[in-house]
């Protein structure tokens, strides 16, 4: 892939990212729709190190 073409994903300001042309220029992203989503790995998890 070249730069112009990561460029083009990019979205504007206030707009949605083209979900589908991500897609299909990263293919492997689809297994993130089946990847449980463990809340620990997540920013929004509380942190047990307290």
Do not use: I, W
């Amino acid at each position: 892939m070249k730069y112009e073409q990561l460029q083009a994903l990019v979205p504007a300001p206030g707009r949605q990212p083209d979900y589908r042309a991500c897609l299909a220029a990263f293919p492997a992203l689809e297994h993130a729709k089946t990847t449980p989503q463990e809340p620990a790995h997540h920013a929004d998890a509380p942190f047990r190190g307290n």
